[in-house]
């Protein structure tokens, strides 16, 4: 008999701290739906023994691992082969054994193409509506915006990925993209992925296409003491139907509780009809990307977000 099929696959947590972190409740929940013999624990790893705990691992055998924080960066240089998105963040939250070799992913961008996929089917638009030419801007770091358009080629549609900065003046300094949109392959070259482009919020009035959602990777950066949201600039950009806001980091929203930012935000749409994501949408999607990395299950996503407000709520 195969040993394959006594052996029970282990991935380990890896973070510090790891208190109040959901992976392994949330993943042991969906393996369990999934009928999968999967186990997932978690440890804490003092900062000076990653690699050692990390080395430990590969050579127990295990099937993968979750990288926390402050460990994703280090990672990189732990395994035997980055994927792009990896290689584009610069950092490692998952990792496989794939045969004798290990894969280090960053399944953020996915983890964002996959909840944009999943809120435009839901919307029940036409398919002309909602195949005709949009855009996608991302108002964060220029890595983020790339890791999102490496990752969106999977969504069927006609995206551009526009990497989206605050002012007129940081849009000029960014380098001219327009023939180096693409990411670095396996061999370490630049691969061209389609025209790249930088504008500032207010530069998204003049784009040639609607934008289909707004990807916000720090909430406070269009929300300014005394003044509100960047009201002008916001109504001013060509919408198209039913646009979302994704707010990937909405913990960082000081200056206004969340719940009142997307109340301002619908009353300077002047009551257009919009959705909105934020961490804790993203963060379902992410741990589905990160299971089916590891097992190549699809699982639940219903369960999953079941799983996370329960052990939230602890």
Known sequence: MSLDRVLQPLVACLGNPVGGNPTQFVMTRVARDAELDWRFFTSQVEPELF???F???QAMGMAGA???????????GLVDQLTLSA???????????????WIGENTFGSAVVSLLASRFAGQGLDSDTAFAAQAIAVLGSAQTARAIQQ??????????????????????AQPDCADDAGAWDDAGAWDD?????????????????PLRALIVEDPSSIVKPHSGLRARAIREIPWAVRPLFLFTNSHSLSILPFEKFKQSLREEMKGRELDTADEMDLMVHQMSVDF??????EPNLELIRESLEEYLQW
């Open 55 to 57: 080395r430990g691992v």
């Open 51 to 53: 690699e050692t705990a």
């Open 151 to 172: 990752a969106i080629v999977s969504m069927p549609g006609d995206y551009r990925i526009i990497h989206c900065v605050e002012s007129d003046r940081e849009a000029e």
């Open 66 to 76: 979750a990288i926390l924080e402050p460990f994703q960066k280090q990672a990189t």
């Open 292 to 297: 089916h990395f590891w097992t190549s299950y």
């Open 87 to 101: 290689r584009i963040l610069g950092r490692v939250s998952v990792a496989r054994c794939d045969g004798q070799n």
């Open 193 to 209: 992925a389609g025209a790249w482009e930088c504008r500032s919020l207010e530069q998204l009035s003049e784009m040639d296409r």
